[in-house]
């Protein structure tokens, strides 16, 4: 069972705040995916619905010590994406993940992790995963952006905090926060944060991370489909708890299946 902050309807949100949806899939290290040429048969699996890439992305990791500041470049990322966009896989040499600025429909983010799943273990053979873990962050708009305090009528001052006062004697210009809960060998991290300013839309990001590092045999999708539907029943479950309902029924919640 997912971790249960309280009961609500069984229901998705039209108008969901959500900015993107992010499922991670790490494995041991595989050496040929730090070249292009080893994204070949993974790709030629995939093109029919991610015909986009791949296009590689640098990435540099920043090191400081106390005498010296460093920059090295880590393993590349390689990215395909839909035609339309809506979805997005990188791969690199020990991780595969699906990206989506949103969905409609669970089932159908599901559907796509699993043809991903199927292609890697098709092609590259990872053995058992390290790491499963299913993000999702959300950006709730203050209802006035030079107030934080506006946000106590659509987020709970139990997670609001501080921010939830309006007698503070200057203007709040940030406030982030975070919560990490511990369920059986899995842990729920929500990060929760102001962004943005006064002279422009100001937003309460909730950002939240559900994970485990209990190993998974790559090739059986199903039953990490089964756990990333698990981790996603968690952090709604957060989500609903966390936002007030007047707020809850501006975003056009219906029945799920409708």
Do not use: C
């Not at 590259?124 to 946000?151: C, E, F, Q, W, Y």
């Not at 060998?185 to 006064?198: M, P």
């Not at 489909?225 to 029924?249: C, M, Q």
């Amino acid at each position: 069972m997912a971790l249960d902050f309280g009961e609500h309807p069984d229901r998705v949100f039209k108008d969901a705040p959500l900015r993107s949806v992010l499922a991670q899939i790490r494995f041991d290290p595989i050496p040929s995916l730090l070249t292009e040429a080893g994204t070949t048969g993974f790709h030629s699996v995939i093109r029919s619905r991610y015909p986009e890439g791949p296009k590689k992305i640098e990435e540099l990791a920043l090191e400081m010590a106390p005498r010296h500041m460093s920059v090295r470049q880590t393993a590349p990322v390689w990215s395909f994406s839909t035609a339309a966009a809506d979805y997005k896989a990188s791969l690199s040499h020990d991780f595969i993940a699906l990206e989506t600025p949103s969905y409609t429909n669970f089932g159908d983010f599901l559907g796509q992790l699993g043809f991903l799943l199927a292609a890697i273990d098709r092609t590259l053979m990872p053995s058992t995963s390290r790491r499963i873990g299913l993000r999702k962050i959300n950006a709730v708009p203050l209802p006035d952006p030079s107030s934080p305090a506006s946000l106590t009528a659509r987020i709970r001052e139990d997670l609001l905090g501080p921010i939830a006062r309006d007698d503070w004697p200057a203007l709040v210009k940030g406030a982030s926060g975070q919560l990490i809960f511990e369920e059986d060998l899995k842990q729920l991290a929500v990060r929760y944060a102001i962004e943005g300013s006064v002279e422009d839309k100001a937003f309460f990001i909730l950002d939240m991370d559900y994970h485990t590092e209990v190993p998974y045999a790559v090739k059986d999708s199903a039953d990490i489909r089964d756990l990333v539907r698990h981790l996603s029943n968690g952090i709604t479950s957060f989500f609903e708890w966390a936002l007030k309902e007047p707020y809850k029924e501006t975003l056009r919640p219906t029945p799920r299946g409708e």
